[in-house]
């Protein structure tokens, strides 16, 4: 099964908003 265009966008959107927080985290210490 292949998922929809709309929720692969929101699967990465998700996934790059985690590491642009785990970034920011680490770089404000």
Same mark, same amino acid.
Do not use: N, W
């Given at each position: 099964? *292949? $998922?929809?265009?709309?929720? $692969?966008? *929101?699967?990465? $959107?998700? &996934? *790059? &908003?985690? &590491?642009?927080? $785990?970034? !920011?985290? !680490?770089?404000?210490?």
């Amino acid at each position: 099964q *292949i $998922l929809p265009d709309q929720e $692969l966008q *929101i699967f990465f $959107l998700l &996934k *790059i &908003k985690a &590491k642009v927080r $785990l970034f !920011s985290t !680490s770089v404000c210490r």
